[in-house]
């Protein structure tokens, strides 16, 4: 919009320098006509910036300096000396020693600008590029019709007919605006539409102000002098907009600091905040940096115990032993009931104004057990999820009026951060939950199966020891009884160990672990299922695989299901290939990578995308939990899960685990 508008006050400058009746006039809107002319390149480089999202805050500043340092050597003879008759034009300007540098600057940020566009261009897509494409013709035509005025400045007798390409420039920006969406024609109009407002409030008010002015002071009536006005007006004022919250700032920081420091630190934590999922890293943050840059004694936090309907000591600092008497605040004890009913921050020496009145005479006793000066509720939904209190400051002074608004911005986005902390929390647990369950349920599957595996050795050891007593004397029998029952005996040891650590359950633990050795593990106990239907097992290990830093549980719950998917999607007499390997991705990370193999009947390419969706199953029988849980497992170990696979030739599964992982 200020772009149009300073080729607009270009544009109407230049009638008015034509209709002037004489020098003077002329030479002021020769000079008003600059105004224009020196902030389009600027505007234009800035708008380009900001549409191609590119911006370079130090280039925009240091364009715009020179702008201005150009409008206001502009009113002065050095840019402009005087104006003259040339060809067919009544007053041109006569141009000063600074004027040439002035057009360097207009064609050198007007090419720059342009050039951006057309390296954008060549990468850009959709809208943008058709966006792009109409901007640097209509702009292209604009700039070029402008820079053909400079031409008789220098004596150079051409005609400047690129006044009437401005008039191309303007249809082909409503062509785009209208036609390819080149900006929001609604914003331009809302916006437009108040800017036009309140400078009518404005200008119209303050011209008459200048008009009558004149009038009493001087008897007559300047209006050169009243556009000059006018235009200084207006452009302080479009300056004023912009700088203002930066003056703001530097004021805070200068004759402020102390303010602005704690005020600086709790909007930036406010910020960081919403990104801290654990509820007790959240909480011990919370009341850290409030005491600490308020300058607070002593504090607490109390957050909603749905189960018990009450509020639970959460986290304190600095509180007394008898504060401890008060872990827990029931819903309808007088302060959490006043919080939710009010909805506001509460000050106790304001509320003991009213200590007349029975429940605010039990609100400040209870703050006072709580060593809180000031009660600040945490409300979700209308909802009281939970209070901070703080006490008195270090310095002894007063909660500000700032101090109360800061607190109270801080709480809603305080109470926003604890929610979304619970429900995660919530949804781990409910993870765990489901893990519980599937491991339980492949628990079932290989009981059943050991169980058998374990009769058949048993029934062998049996038999031999029923023709022991006959064949004492025989000492090939015994040693072969002895090889068969030992080697039998360990077979079973082994499965039962397996399943035992399978079944225990285990808190998370990273630890380096060897990852061949628990494939290993995980080969054995599916040892029943495969010997069922007379699969091959194949292992094809890498020798020099590292130790890698994983919960061992959690992987082996991994491996285990997408080894028994891969069993029972494989006919009898196939074959299931376990690998590993270790590779380096482009980026130069380590990784180890584990490849499960069958020669099943293969997935179809439609459900490729679902199959580590819960509950997704094309079996007939199944949760459908058992690949997600393990993508989940894989993608907590930083990792991720790929799959391969061709109808009625087999899937492989791909589990890359980085070597080099940054647990928090």
């Not at 003056?247 to 990104?275: G, I, N, P």
């Not at 007593?469 to 068969?484: A, C, K, Q, T």
């Not at 077979?491 to 494939?519: H, M, Q, V």
């Not at 080969?523 to 029943?528: A, Q």
Request: hydrophobic fraction near 45%; include cysteine.
């Amino acid at each position: 919009m200020l772009l149009n508008f300073a080729v607009s006050l270009w544009s109407w400058s230049l009638l008015g320098r034509e209709l002037s009746p004489e020098k003077t006039t002329a030479l002021f809107f020769v000079r008003l006509c600059y105004v224009g002319a020196i902030f389009a390149p600027s505007l234009f480089f800035h708008f380009v910036s900001l549409l191609l999202k590119q911006i370079n805050t130090k280039l925009i500043s240091g364009v715009y300096i020179l702008s201005l340092i150009f409008l206001i050597l502009n009113f002065t003879p050095i840019f402009i000396q005087d104006v003259r008759p040339i060809l067919s034009f009544r007053h041109y300007g006569v141009p000063g020693v600074v004027f040439p540098f002035f057009v360097v600057f207009f064609v050198g940020v007007a090419v720059y600008s342009h050039y951006m566009l057309v390296k954008y261009f060549r990468r850009s897509q959709g809208r943008l590029r058709n966006q792009i494409r109409y901007l640097f013709l209509a702009t292209i035509i604009g700039f070029l019709g402008g820079g053909s005025t400079f031409l008789p400045n220098f004596n150079i007798e051409v005609f400047p007919y690129g006044f009437y390409l401005i008039s191309i420039y303007v249809l082909i920006t409503s062509y785009a605006i209208v036609k390819h969406r080149l900006m929001d024609i609604n914003i331009v109009l809302k916006k437009g539409t108040a800017y036009g407002l309140l400078m009518l409030l404005l200008f119209v008010p303050s011209t008459l102000l200048i008009i009558l002015g004149q009038k009493l002071f001087y008897k007559e009536i300047n209006y050169l002098f009243l556009i000059y006005i006018f235009s200084i007006l207006l452009v302080a004022s479009i300056f004023f907009y912009k700088i203002k919250p930066r003056t703001e700032k530097a004021v805070e920081q200068l004759l402020f600091k102390k303010y602005y420091d704690y005020h600086e630190t709790l909007r930036k934590f406010s910020k960081v905040m919403v990104s801290i999922l654990d509820l007790k890293s959240l909480s011990g943050k919370t009341i850290e940096t409030i005491t600490e840059t308020m300058g607070v004694e002593k504090a607490s936090l109390f957050l909603l115990d749905q189960e018990r309907e009450g509020f639970r000591l959460f986290e304190s600092k600095n509180l007394k032993t008898a504060s401890t008497t008060l872990p827990f605040l029931s819903k309808g004890d007088p302060l959490p009931h006043y919080l939710q009913r009010s909805g506001e921050i509460i000050i106790r020496e304001e509320l003991m104004k009213g200590a007349n009145i029975p429940e605010l005479n039990d609100v400040t006793h209870q703050m006072s057990l709580l060593e809180a000066e000031v009660s600040i509720p945490l409300i979700f939904k209308a909802k009281l999820i939970g209070m901070i209190n703080l006490s008195h400051k270090f310095n002894k002074e007063i909660y500000s009026h700032e101090d109360m608004e800061l607190l109270n911005t801080l709480a809603n986005q305080v109470a926003i951060a604890m929610e979304n902390a619970r429900l995660y929390e919530d949804l781990k647990k409910s993870k765990s939950y489901i893990r519980r369950a599937d491991r339980l349920a492949s628990l079932g599957t290989l009981t059943a199966g050991i169980a058998h595996e374990i009769r058949n050795p048993l029934v062998a050891i049996k038999t031999f020891t029923q023709l022991l007593p006959e064949r004492l004397e025989d000492e090939e029998f015994l040693n072969g009884f002895l090889n068969i029952a030992s080697g039998e005996v360990d077979r079973i040891s082994s499965l039962i160990t397996e399943l035992l650590e399978f079944a225990k359950p285990s808190e998370p633990k990273l630890e380096l672990e060897d990852i061949n050795a628990i494939l290993d593990g995980m080969i054995l106990l599916v040892s029943t299922e495969t010997s069922k239907k007379l699969i091959k097992m194949v292992k094809n290990y890498a020798a020099d695989l590292p130790p890698i830093k994983i919960d061992r549980e959690q992987m082996k719950q991994a491996f285990l299901n997408i080894l028994l998917n891969a069993i029972e999607a494989t006919p009898e007499n196939g074959e299931v290939t376990v690998r590993t390997r270790s590779f380096v991705k482009p980026g130069g990370q380590p990784y180890i990578q584990i490849e499960f193999n069958d020669t099943g009947s293969g997935i179809p390419a439609e459900y490729l995308e679902d199959i580590f969706n819960p509950f997704f199953t094309t079996k007939k029988s199944g949760s459908g939990l058992g690949l997600s849980i393990s993508h989940q497992i894989v993608q907590e170990h930083q990792g991720y899960i790929t799959v391969e696979s061709q109808l009625n030739k087999g899937s492989s599964f791909f589990i890359n685990l980085p070597l080099k992982q940054e647990h928090p």
